[in-house]
Each structure stands twice: as structure tokens, then as C-alpha cells.
């Protein structure tokens, strides 16, 4: 096995790299030179494909090198993705080709934001509300759903030791929180908020439990194993979903590629203890035990109208 052209010195035959459908990547991360070459290699990819061009300060000044080792990187790039960077000599730099394909990372335009522009990325949680962000930025975060650190440690330790729990858990059939015990053995996380999959002494089976929802967890007790396994965790089922039937062709077709969907249809697989709450993520109507619409959980009240963005953004 061989190593592709412009790699030079930090590729080591069975050691230095991997390759990943055809593309080689360095993979030596322990040693510090090797990593620090793949980081460089990295932001020369990002810079042509999120801003269009990158130069050698962009390396001097980032990284701390000389300005002949930041030519030999841009030149190795070069060599590594060919045609997918051009030197422009009037304006001293290389600059990305509509026909680039990245090759050492997977590009989001989250990364665009947060480099670019200086705003946080979905995806990291900060609280409700609108995020703080550039003036031509803006993402909106989903309401927190977190419990407190307290409660998040006894629940994880419980998992990690596999001990007996007592929380007391507030839930929508009932009046008022009540003391329970339970077993974790699992965590799952619906996009919104994690539950815990745990062994319910009180049902005698696995439930869910949202750690928002305990009001008081104490220390964890004695170890414990389930009378059996979790089959609805360990069991995955492929959902196949489709436009809404309702929508005319245009709207399926916007549907479509909203979604990616090829043949007018998406297949996704999930565990089965977790279906409910990815069909409620994607706006699917859940039913419970009776067939009933699961009871929604917030209306609007309200709304009060909001001043102008101060001119600098902040």
C-alpha cells in the first residue's frame, strides 16, 4: 500500500494514514508533527471552501510557522485535491474551484458560522431563546430540557454501576411527583432532551424517564440486574416515511428534498424504545395506549412585540 503524492515526510507505510472510500487521511495523530501538519491541511481546506481562498499568512500568523512552510503546505494541498484550488498571481493566493471536493473533513455550514461569523452552531445547548450571533446570523434554540448536574451524575453512576435508583419523578398522569425506584441501563437522546432507560420496580418492566422531570434523586443503592433484557432497546426497527399525502406534487417535491428522500421515500432505522420520540421530533403524530393524540405540552399565551437589533449586533 502505497501513499498518494504530497503527503511527503508525515506519511509512514501501516502507520501514517487511513483511507476512508479512496481518500487518504493522516492518521498518526499521536505524533504531535503529524497532527499539526493534518490541522494545517485541514484550515487550507476550509478556508478555500467556506471563504474561497486562503494565502500564507492565513498559516504564518494561524499556526505560528515560517512562510516557506506554509507554501509547502498550500503546495501539498495543492497535490493532495487536484483541481480543486487555483493560484491567482495578481492577488498572491490560491483560491477554491466551483468543482472542489473536500477531502479531509466533512463540511457543515455550522463550521462556516462559528468561523466566519463568529456565531454558534446548532447543536450546543445555551439556554432558550435567541442565540447570541453576527447581525447576519441568527439560529433559535429549542427550550432547555436539562436536569441538574446533581441529579445528571446520580443517574449516570447508577447506569455505569448498575445500581437501584430512587427519584422522585412528576409525570403527566399524575398530581403531583412521586417517590420511585429504578434501574438505568441506558441513555437516549431525542433531539431535545435525554431520557434514561431503566428497569421500573414499580411496573415490573423497562419505561422511560426524563431526568428534567426528577425533582429529587437520591445517592445510588444496591446493585441490581434486570429479570431480563431490555428487547425494546435492543430491538431496531426501519421507519419508512413519505410526504403527507395531502400535499400536491410541488409540495412533495419540496418535501423530498427537504429530506433527501430518493423515490419519494426516506428510510430511517431506530431503536424501538425510541420510535415515539422520533416521530414526535419529525411532527408525526404519536398515539397512546388508547389511540389517542399524545396531549401537547405547551400553546402560545402570548406575544409582545420586540425592539430593533442594536446596530452593532450585539
Given at each position: 500500500m502505497s501513499a498518494p503524492r504530497g503527503w511527503g515526510g508525515f506519511w509512514r507505510a501501516g502507520a501514517g494514514g487511513t483511507c476512508y472510500g479512496g481518500r487518504w487521511f493522516v492518521g498518526n495523530l499521536t505524533n504531535e508533527r503529524n497532527w499539526a501538519a493534518r490541522e494545517r491541511l485541514r484550515r487550507v481546506e476550509l478556508l478555500l471552501w467556506w471563504r474561497g481562498w486562503v494565502g500564507r499568512t492565513d498559516l504564518t500568523?494561524?499556526?505560528?510557522?515560517?512562510?516557506a512552510q506554509a507554501s509547502g503546505d498550500l503546495q501539498r494541498y495543492a497535490e493532495l485535491?487536484?483541481?480543486?484550488?487555483?493560484?491567482?498571481?495578481?492577488?498572491?493566493?490560491?483560491?477554491g474551484t466551483p468543482e472542489m471536493r473536500c477531502i479531509l473533513h466533512e463540511p457543515r455550514l455550522e463550521e462556516a458560522v462559528w468561523v466566519f461569523h463568529g456565531g454558534d452552531a446548532p447543536g450546543m445547548e445555551i439556554g432558550a431563546g435567541r442565540m447570541r450571533s453576527a447581525a447576519t446570523v441568527d439560529v433559535f434554540r429549542p427550550l432547555a430540557r436539562r436536569a441538574t448536574p446533581e441529579v445528571e451524575r446520580r443517574v449516570f453512576l447508577a447506569m455505569e454501576q448498575g445500581r437501584r435508583l430512587r427519584v422522585c419523578y412528576a409525570t403527566?398522569?399524575?398530581?403531583?411527583?412521586?417517590?420511585?425506584?429504578?434501574?438505568?441501563?441506558?441513555?437516549?437522546?431525542?433531539?431535545?432532551?435525554w431520557h434514561v432507560r431503566a428497569w421500573c420496580f414499580r411496573n415490573g418492566g423497562f419505561r422511560d424517564f426524563a431526568p428534567s422531570r426528577m425533582e429529587g434523586v437520591e445517592w445510588p443503592g444496591e446493585e441490581f440486574a434486570p429479570p431480563a433484557a431490555d428487547e425494546d432497546w435492543r430491538r431496531m426497527v426501519t421507519l419508512e416515511l413519505a410526504p403527507h399525502p395531502a400535499l400536491d406534487a410541488e409540495q412533495r417535491r419540496a418535501i423530498e428534498l427537504d429530506y433527501g428522500m430518493r423515490n419519494g421515500g426516506l428510510k430511517v432505522t431506530v431503536r424501538a424504545a425510541m420510535r415515539e420520540y422520533f416521530l414526535a421530533?419529525?411532527?408525526?403524530?404519536?398515539?397512546?395506549?388508547?389511540?389517542?393524540?399524545?396531549?401537547?405540552?405547551l400553546e402560545?399565551?402570548?406575544?409582545?412585540?420586540g425592539g430593533e437589533e442594536p446596530a452593532d449586533g450585539s
Open positions: 500568523e494561524g499556526f505560528g510557522i515560517s512562510a485535491n487536484p483541481g480543486a484550488l487555483v493560484y491567482q498571481t495578481k492577488r498572491k493566493r490560491y483560491e403527566l398522569s399524575k398530581r403531583k411527583a412521586l417517590w420511585r425506584e429504578i434501574a438505568p441501563h441506558a441513555l437516549g437522546h431525542d433531539g431535545y432532551r421530533h419529525c411532527r408525526i403524530p404519536v398515539l397512546d395506549e388508547q389511540g389517542r393524540p399524545r396531549p401537547r405540552h402560545l399565551v402570548g406575544e409582545e412585540p
